[in-house]
């Protein structure tokens, strides 16, 4: 058995880590889904760029999560709708909906860039299930089967495609004694988040995006004034004619106009403004040894998202190993990355999820409820065993664009969702960057009030899980 994710377990050989200096237009930090998207985005549209990496491409949350390509916030339809609405007023349900179609316009654009790019990664679009479970989990809503129903209405009354099954449509198809019944949102899909990555990545290099991976950043500075004029030439970021940005690592620097921060969870380890927008949460999965028979398709969300499974597509023949998450309802101090104590009445932070090492509380949390799901498949070995480090806003939704430091943008906080918003928002700030209009902001007006990069101050804390 394997303590690390099942998609990083194969060959892989880094670049060289930077070492001297070097000039480009952008410095992306980070080669997950975000930093490797948002860097060949920007070099189709002519930029040079830079993407340096602390580890290896998507050994970050991109390489540890369940491939799920969902749309939407993790939220049940009807509580994104109630949610919204009680923070944004009565746009609320506008502002639901604009959420589940940018997931949509999302799925669109990895799908195109799939094909773009001849990017093999066991792509499915069979649908999710949002199940509702005869026994609902802690922590998860205590009669599901009302809010599943409520959000096919409600979605259904929005123009979504998806469909209401009950109990007995659902049981032969899926194979568990424990589900009373399931939203099948038809337009959701499945993928290997590896393949695919380092395919994107792959073809940023062909298009000159020079990439160092075992290159931690450890410093971003403004160099000159500060005060010059953006200028947006010949579909270039624009320059900042009497200033500009310094990035250090170890062995090498490098100067730049623009630094996109791809880091997600990791965020606030390099700006400390983020520590109170984005909050780190551990996840954990398990794979299976493989089954050979495919014992269904599509992917499965349940007890309001604590637990998902899947099955995976890398079997001889129709079946494949299944993919397990979840259990953190059982452990949530544990899992959460960061603690806000105080100490004679003084704040102060207590770090402990950053480690991506499985534990054996959570595991152990995750085996009792499969097997309770699963009763049949109760012998089934385990082939790894992982964690990943998500970044949470407290409102489900991503921030996007400049941060304080002029020239410094961030496209971070999913959510538990970057396969959901990771694309579209990469988008999005490489089209202000390359000034040209956005195929993103254009469809979406509300993502500028959303998205924004500098909401969700000191008080803001965690409403999330
Ligand atoms: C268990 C689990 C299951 C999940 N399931 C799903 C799912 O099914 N569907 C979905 O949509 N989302 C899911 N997610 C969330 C999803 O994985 C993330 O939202 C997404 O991968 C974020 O991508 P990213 O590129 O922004 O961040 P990351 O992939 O975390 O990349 C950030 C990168 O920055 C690098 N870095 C950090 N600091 C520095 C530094 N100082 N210098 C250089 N590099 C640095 C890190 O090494 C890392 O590679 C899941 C997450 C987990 C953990």
Redo the contacts with the bound molecule.
Sequence with gaps: MIRDSYWLDMPYTPTDPLSGEIDVDVVV?????????GALFLAEGGASVAV???????????????????AGTHEYYVEAVEELTDMYGPDGRELAREAWMIALENHDLMAGLMKKYDIQCDYYRHGSYVVAMKRPDRGSHGVPMERIVQSYHLLQEDGFDVEYLDEERLYGLKRSPLLAGALWNKFDG?LH?VKY?RGLASAAKGLGVRFFEN????GVERSGSGTGRQEGADGRPGKRKDSGLLVH?ANGQIRTQHVLL??????P??DARYERRIIP?????FTTKPVTERLFNG?FYANDGWD?WRQLHDGHGEGGRLLY?GGRNHHIRAERGFHFLRRRGRPFRTYRGYK?RPTQAVQRSNDRSFNTTFPHLADLGRSHR??????FSYDSSPFVGETETPGVHI??G?????????TVAARMLSDRLLDRPSTVEDQFETVKKVFDPLRGGIDAENRRR
């Design positions: 930090i980070g080669g997950g889904v975000t930093g490797v998207t340096l990496e602390r580890r290896e491409v998507a050994s970050g949350a991109t390489g540890r999560n369940g491939g799920f390509m969902l499945e988040p990555v290159t931690a950043v450890t690592t791809g880091m997600n969870a990791y965020t380890q390099l949460h551990r996840g954990q999965v992917v998902f998450g991506e992982w964690g990943g480090v998500m970044g496209v971070a999913f959510t538990g969702r970057g396969n959901a918003y990771a």
